[in-house]
């Protein structure tokens, strides 16, 4: 493999292209960026980073107004954009472009893209309107732009497929599981995979011997139960509705209240939907989908952002209670992570205080030190649970899978990125 190999990782929405590039010899993450506002030719934007390799060095930044019409002319500018600013040869060095994919029904692993694979995320977009269309845009400009490379879908359900069915499923009529594809699915498994494997090298155990409860706590938020190191439940369902209190989605919900509001304003589906997922959560109880500035606002004596961070922190414990239960009470962790989870040292100290009965001990000064995007450990030496918090890196297990699909190494690449196993008590 060429010394200047490089993965291509890409993330599609309605109107953006996120991109990252990876080192494979050595793995190392490079220039990342996104475009924003595609379509709009006024207010379409290109902005780009190099990380800082060593301390004290400073990784340069860019932002150009850049007129995008669609996916594929973003994907043009960004191969032009790199091959001027990073690699001349960039587009001959790319070994693999690996596509991050929301919903991909029952698909347990990540697969190369042929036209098979593509009918099934086309698919089950009926499940994901918002996500699987823009990431079958991006699929569509990578190929163009890199004909002969393998391409690779990664997708967002794919860990949580290990779930047995009396945890997925719905108590509907079973016909609607067979003819309509309707049960749980769960999403952020991206992030859940990862932080498991980076728990059980914290931990120094095999992930297959690690029992850990993973929150990705960020303004979409989800929980999930691992045992052994396959999902047996998650707190998201069909879509990514269901489960926690988050930014703009309302979570768990009793179904006759949907009903319920129907009726009495008169809503179509459509602004159901609207009302259900942008504009519930903290955001409707609060007013604000920034839970710092609900932290703030019930710092202050405001009543509805008491409620709205009680609310928050209520579903969390639930389900790390109910978690621990599916576990069978053998936990070897609790992990948090995402932006709430991995910046919020209020919210992981009121999510963890009463939880001291089942060995969930924090250590309070480690807690307030792992701010920041820092790894560490944030339990009592002896609290009998572990509570970690580790900073979720999707890209980086996207990237990994990739290279793992294609034919690459990802497994000892990724073992070389992170610089070993690690596991001290504080990082």
Known sequence: MSLFAKLLVLNAGSSSLKFKIFGVQPFVAGVGGMFDRIGDAVNCTFKASTPSNSPGEKGRKWEIKIPAKDHVSAMENILQFITENVSSGFSREVIAVGHRIVHGLEISQPVLLDDTTIGKIREAAVLAPLHNPPGLQGIDAAQRVFQEVPQVAVFDTAFHQTMPP???????????????????????????????????????????????????????????????????????????????????????????????????????????????????????????????????????????????????????????????????GKVDAVVFSAGIGENSSIIRELILEPLKGMGMHMDRAANDATVGGRLGDISDPASPVRLLVIPTDEELAIAQQTLQVSGGTGGTALRMYRGGTGGGRRA
């Not at 049960?183 to 297959?208: C, N, W």
């Not at 006759?256 to 589906?269: E, F, G, N």
């Not at 159901?272 to 703030?296: F, H, P, Q, W, Y």
Request: hydrophobic fraction near 35%; charged fraction near 15%; include cysteine.
């Open 166 to 328: 009396h945890a997925y499923m719905y108590g509907l009529p079973y016909n609607l599981y067979e003819k309509h594809m309707i049960r749980r699915y769960g999403f952020h498994g991206t992030s859940h995979q990862y932080l498991v494997e980076r728990t059980a090298a914290m931990l120094d155990k095999p992930v297959s011997e690690t029992n850990v409860i993973t929150c990705h706590l960020g303004n979409g938020s989800s929980v999930a139960a691992v045992r052994g190191g396959h999902c047996v439940d998650t707190s998201m369902g069909m879509t990514p509705l269901e489960g926690l209190l988050m930014g703009t989605r309302c979570g768990d919900l009793d179904p006759a209240v949907v009903l319920h509001i129907q009726k009495q304003l008169q809503l179509s589906v459509q602004d159901t939907d609207t009302l259900l997922n942008k504009k519930s959560g903290l955001l409707g109880l609060t007013g604000s989908n920034d839970l710092r500035a609900v932290i703030e606002g019930a710092q202050h004596g405001e009543t509805r952002s008491a409620l709205g961070l009680a609310m928050f922190v209520y579903r969390v414990q639930k389900y790390i209670g109910a978690y621990t239960a599916a576990l069978g």
